[in-house]
């Protein structure tokens, strides 16, 4: 991964590049579900990388046992490397975002995987994902769920909130002048995102 980042990271840095990527179909594909928005998108490879696997191969090379230190080392080894693939998603989105040509594909990304990724909100969901993962790491414990993969990967989801919490935090450090460039009434609107359906904490007459 860390060669492939580099180099994304070293082209995206170069503006005229950039802007290239962020107009290739491929950016922003016409997908219809997050699943296909996940393995057609240039970044869906970089952003799909995650702690939750598929391969029964990957648990039993970071878990060579169940013991308590082998468990613990396990885990900790997998958080920092989790940690180094967001830290490298941050610095290849800021650049896009530094980016006049590239900022609008990568917010319409967002927000595409936003909007394919509602299925997540139902109530089976979690059962069903469940369910894949065990039936992918041991096929005798657990049968396949019925329905197909729709939604996006676990790492593609967790890699992508992450990436933008770190985006956020010059706008929520206590006192910083940057707060008072957020437009409030943007989640009013149905730019990008249709919010219509959401339940609002704060609910209006309106």
């Given amino acids: 991964f860390e060669a492939d980042s580099r180099a994304l990271h070293a082209l995206v840095r170069e503006k005229p590049l950039g802007s290239l990527l962020s107009r290739l179909p491929a950016f922003v594909p016409a997908g219809r579900t997050g699943h296909a928005l996940e393995a057609q998108a240039t970044l869906g490879p970089f952003l799909g ?3 939750f696997p598929s391969d029964r191969r990957v648990p ?3 878990f060579p046992s169940f013991s308590a230190p082998d468990v ?3 885990t900790t ?7 180094v693939v967001q830290m490298a998603l941050k610095s290849i989105c800021t650049e896009l975002l530094k980016n006049a040509d590239a900022k609008d594909p990568f917010f319409r990304l967002v927000a595409a995987a936003c909007a394919l990724n509602g299925v997540r909100a139902q109530q089976y969901f979690p ?4 369910q894949r993962l065990v039936h992918a790491l041991d096929p005798h414990r657990e049968e396949a769920p019925q329905l197909p993969v729709s939604a996006s990967s676990d790492g ?4 992508l909130g992450a990436t933008l919490l770190q985006l956020c935090e010059p706008f929520t450090a ?11 009434t943007y989640l009013l609107s149905n730019h990008r995102l249709h919010l219509d359906k959401d339940t609002r904490l704060c609910a209006t007459a309106d």
């Fill in 49 to 51: 990388l995650s702690c």
């Fill in 60 to 62: 039993d090379a970071c």
């Fill in 72 to 74: 613990e080392g396990g």
């Fill in 77 to 83: 080894s997998l958080r920092l490397s989790l940690q």
């Fill in 127 to 130: 059962h069903a994902e469940t």
């Fill in 156 to 159: 593609f989801m967790i890699n």
């Fill in 174 to 184: 206590p006192g910083s002048p940057h707060a008072a460039k957020i437009d409030a």
